[in-house]
């Protein structure tokens, strides 16, 4: 597989920032804009002839139920604006899981894919790259980013699951910038020196292999220090931009490894995950890399998403934030009986004008009354 086999497809502002970052890498990737807000594009400068604008919509305000809406009135176009690039062998979806437009219609949209795959009109791999909202963004986000997830549990054309963490750095233009930096490094794995220790070289159907595994990949990027090996690699684990997972890290199909000569023991590393198809190596002059595809899907992290909603739920002490304003006190705050009678007659003796009496533009020309607002 090479880069112009794959159809990048952004949906959203999100999905379209991670887009423009990766074909700003090589122009030889080919990418699709799919958003509801013509304003998204204003900043990418790849966006050009390759966008589709979701029609009557000004975008979605984080709402999946108007994006789903939205899509009804275009799903044929969408549909048909894929089916135009016919040279490619996997669509490769990238979206954030909060967002509305992104994680509102690309379920749906994979899944009409899969309608047309069993009709014999869409032979092509889907891989999706989909972002995880950080637990300290707004709750919105969080709740869309679980709707959306269990919605992608259900689809059954899905192969390749990347899933990126945006806990994982503090600047969200940062890991979209790292992902498309690594994911160049997995595409360009084929061009370096075939590995001795593992008796392996990397060609374009062994990416081909990496890159549609069913199930989630991971890049690891090892330090150009060499240290011991669990070390390195549990550097690699905390530097990573991806969700983390619980799973063992042997649970995996396929890995792929380039490490600069001497630097790391190949063989090691193919021990440390264990895959039960195989691992391709090579030596690069530069790059300390792991890709390891067909793990679990990293399912706590949206778990922990759960958790911290339902922690906030379970700090919050009241929805409504007009309610309980009574200020309750010991102090006597009423009046003397005397003194409140006194004061009601006084109120009820002066004449009140009515408008009648006097005109509205007699008022409005009354200095007393600004005076007295003023």
């Known amino acids: 597989m090479e880069k112009k086999d794959i159809l990048f497809v952004g949906i959203g502002e999100a999905g379209g920032k991670l887009l423009n970052e990766i074909l700003k890498k090589d122009k030889r990737y080919v990418g699709l804009y799919i958003n509801s807000n013509y304003d ?54 990238l979206f954030s899981l909060g967002g509305g437009t992104g994680g509102g219609s690309t379920p749906t949209i994979v899944k009409a894919l899969g309608k047309l795959q069993k009709n014999g009109r869409f032979n092509k791999i889907i891989n ?48 979209n910038i790292e992902f498309a930096r690594q994911f160049d490094i997995f595409m360009n794995m084929a061009k370096n020196i075939p590995s001795k220790e593992l008796k392996s070289r990397i060609d374009a159907e062994e990416i081909g292999n990496l890159a549609t595994s069913v199930g989630s990949t991971v890049f690891y990027e090892l330090p150009s220090a060499n240290s011991d090996l669990k070390v390195s690699i549990a550097e690699a ?88 304003l009574k200020v309750h006190t010991d102090i006597d705050t009423k009046q003397p009986e005397a003194v409140q009678k006194k004061t009601q007659q006084q109120i009820q003796k002066p004449k009140v004008e009515t408008l009648e009496e006097k005109s509205v533009d007699d008022l409005l020309e009354d200095d007393d009354l600004w005076d007295d607002i003023f």
């Open 128 to 175: 999706i790259t989909c972002i995880l909202p950080a637990y300290d963004e707004g709750k919105r986000y969080r709740k869309n980013a679980i709707e959306c997830w269990n919605e992608i549990a259900e689809l059954e054309n899905i192969n390749s699951i990347y899933m990126l963490d945006n806990n994982s750095k503090k600047d969200e233009e940062e890991i």
């Open 237 to 324: 684990l905390n530097s990573s931009i991806f969700a983390t997972s619980e799973e063992d890290v042997s649970k995996c199909e396929y890995v792929g490894i380039v490490t600069q000569e001497g630097l790391y023991n190949q063989k090691e590393i193919e021990n440390m995950f264990n895959p039960e198809e195989y691992t391709v190596g090579a030596y690069s002059k530069e790059h300390n890399f792991i890709v390891v595809t067909g793990r679990p899907p990293q399912k706590e992290s949206i778990e922990t998403l759960k958790e911290s909603i339902e922690e906030e739920e379970q700090n919050k002490t009241n929805d409504n934030v007009l309610s309980n």
């Open 40 to 93: 998204d594009f204003s900043d990418l400068e790849t966006a050009n002839d390759n966008m589709y604008i979701i029609t009557a919509g000004q975008g979605t305000g984080k709402n999946r139920q108007k994006s789903k809406a939205l899509l009804k009135s275009n799903i044929n176009s969408i549909m048909d604006e894929i089916l135009k690039y016919r040279t490619s062998e996997v669509v490769h979806f």
